[in-house]
């Protein structure tokens, strides 16, 4: 069963879930359900991820008891749970166990090249990447390029972020020349369909700064970083999570050229950001961490440079 050993802890099966039979599709049940769903929006509005997460369990198990396994709103379900543990837990492994019978359920109600299957097959791809894991992201991505092109603005939003994905792909196989045509044409699709104030395309850039950086072009990697963290901050706010990650970009080009008592405010900034809007135990707060810890060593600060890189590790670790 598509279903089996999904959920393993967040919550348990609602006494009205997966009892239901087939047939059970009552009013009481199609308002159960509704009450379920609606419960889980409302406690994702007010950011109880963990009670939106039993929610939802409880409606896809209503759900399937009305209309069986195999129902697109399963999958919806499943992806909410997914995004959940992804953002709220770093929960990698378990997202993708939740994301994939995601797929399973609209691959058969909806066929293997429907337009719908890309944006999870582009997430299932970036968990892929995040495990480094870049052989089975790369076939992801690529199956996504090749689904039926509706030719709308979301197939376009989602063939840009496949195309960017095998740029990282081949960022991670450490082909750069390949990643950076990759990462232009991506930018150069977004541009195109959505202009140049869209956040994916300050990703992009963000991601062509991380390249230039990595091939010891800093000069150019400061412009690329500096100007996705100006559209990051204009788009998303000061606060987001992602200005955190431009903001540790810069702190590396520093530290790259260094320039250690510059890098040493921006990664405290980029640092409190982060650990407000991700937790303290996610793997961009141990990357800034890491940083902190370098910046620390080249000054010869060693002992402290010990204890903030064995705290990265520790988070990494328990993620």
């Known amino acids: 069963c598509i279903f089996d050993a999904l959920f393993d802890g967040c919550g348990s099966e609602d006494q009205h879930g997966s009892t239901l039979s087939a047939t ?21 509005q007010g950011r109880k991820d963990l009670l939106a997460m039993k929610s939802f369990w409880c409606a896809l198990n209503v759900n399937r008891g009305m209309f069986g396994d195999l129902h697109p709103r399963n999958a919806t379900m499943l992806i909410d749970i997914g995004d959940i543990l992804l953002k709220d837990r770093a929960d990698i492994r378990r997202s993708l166990k939740f994301y994939q019978a995601a797929l399973d359920v609209m691959r058969l109600c909806l066929g293997d090249r429907h337009s719908a299957l890309a944006a999870l097959l582009n997430r299932i791809g970036q968990i892929f990447i995040q495990r480094a894991e870049h052989d089975k992201a790369m076939l992801y991505f690529s199956e996504c390029l090749a689904l039926e092109d509706k030719a709308d603005d979301h197939s376009a939003l989602q063939r840009a972020d496949a195309v960017f994905g095998i740029g ?10 390949m990643a950076l045509e990759y990462y232009r044409i991506a930018l150069q699709m977004q ?6 104030t869209h956040k994916n395309a300050a990703t992009i850039i963000h991601h062509i700064g991380i390249l230039k950086v990595t091939t010891g072009h800093y000069t150019e990697a400061f412009s690329y970083c500096m100007e996705a963290l100006r559209m990051r901050r204009l788009e998303l706010g000061d606060s987001h999570a992602s200005v955190g990650e431009s903001l540790n ?16 405010p921006i990664l405290k900034e980029a640092l409190k950001i982060q650990q407000n809007a991700l937790g303290h135990v996610h793997i961009d707060v141990a990357r800034t961490l890491n940083n902190v810890g370098v ?6 600060k060693a002992n402290r440079a010990i204890n903030i890189f064995l705290n990265a590790i520790d988070i990494v670790e328990n993620m």
């Not at 990282?168 to 020349?177: A, L």
Request: overall charge positive; charged content about 20%.
């Open 168 to 177: 990282q792909v081949y960022f991670g196989r450490s082909e750069y020349t």
């Open 249 to 264: 970009a810069v702190a590396s080009i520093c530290i790259n050229k260094g320039q250690y008592e510059n890098a040493f």
């Open 295 to 300: 910046a620390l060593n080249e000054r010869g």
């Open 24 to 44: 059970s599709r009552t009013p009481r049940n199609v308002a159960l359900y509704a009450r379920h769903f609606q419960r889980g929006r409302m406690h994702l």
């Open 191 to 196: 541009m195109q369909h959505f202009g140049p």
